[in-house]
T-cell receptor
Framework: DGGITQSPKYLFRKEGQNVTLSCEQN?????MYWYRQDPGQGLRLIYY???????QKGDIAEGYSVSREKKESFPLTVTSAQKNPTAFYLC????????????FGEGSRLTVL | GENVGLHLPTLSVQEGDNSIINCAYS??????FIWYKQESGKGPQFIID?????DKRQGQRVTVLLNKTVKHLSLQIAATQPGDSAVYFC???????????????FGTGTRLTIIP
């Protein structure tokens, strides 16, 4: 079945540590996205990639980094520079950038202890 | 029951009744709108979309209405079922530059609870 897979589903980290969230899709989509979701707020765009080997900052990119070395993979690193990293992180993909339906993964919940 | 947007982020509806979830969008240049459903602990799922050249679109038990005059979007769910309990998000595809760059902006969501 085609879809988008995020891992891990739950992750705990100590302050000062970097952590990388995985996102893999087998939908052959060009565009991929990372969103952050906090209680009572809408989804906020962290980074996006319209095509392999290219990515752009979203609205809240500070303290995060990404790479897009393969079409199917778009990992997100939450660095120690991110001041408030505890959140639910959602990865999504679409056939074309910002057009049509976004397919979301199941999310990764990061808790900083 | 009817939600009036951000001021009432929760909505409870008796099973079998119809529900209406409202969303106000910000950009009059937005040309595409989507409704997503998010169940607890899961990623959002596409429900229905509508382009700005339409004012109504129907799916299975769902209808989206678009009022461009007042920049208002609504999602109607008919004959609600327990599985409809979730958070519902609207999203607008904004044109953010003269070069046609687009940005998908999500609302804060409305929690719908179906009472058995």
């Amino acid at each position: 079945d085609g879809g988008i897979t995020q891992s891990p589903k739950y992750l705990f980290r100590k302050e000062g540590q970097n952590v990388t969230l995985s996102c893999e899709q087998n939908l052959n989509h060009d565009a991929m996205y990372w969103y952050r979701q906090d209680p009572g707020q809408g989804l906020r765009l962290i980074y996006y990639s319209q095509i392999v080997n290219d990515f752009q900052k979203g609205d809240i990119a500070e303290g995060y980094s990404v790479s897009r070395e393969k079409k199917e993979s778009f990992p997100l690193t939450v660095t120690s520079a991110q001041k408030n990293p505890t959140a639910f992180y959602l990865c999504a993909s679409s056939a074309l950038f910002q057009t049509g339906e976004l397919f979301f993964g199941e999310g990764s919940r990061l808790t900083v202890l | 029951g009817e939600n009036v947007g951000l001021h009432l982020p929760t909505l409870s509806v008796q099973e079998g009744d119809n529900s209406i979830i409202n969303c106000a969008y910000s950009n009059s240049a937005s040309d595409y709108f989507i409704w997503y459903k998010q169940e607890s602990g899961k990623g959002p799922q596409f429900i229905i979309d509508i382009r700005s050249n339409m004012d109504k679109r129907q799916g299975q038990r769902v209808t989206v209405l678009l009022n461009k005059t007042v920049k208002h979007l609504s999602l109607q769910i008919a004959a609600t079922q327990p599985g409809d309990s979730a958070v519902y998000f609207c999203a607008e595809n904004e044109i953010i530059s003269n070069f046609g760059n687009e940005k998908l902006t999500f609302g804060t969501g409305t929690r719908l609870t179906i009472i058995p």
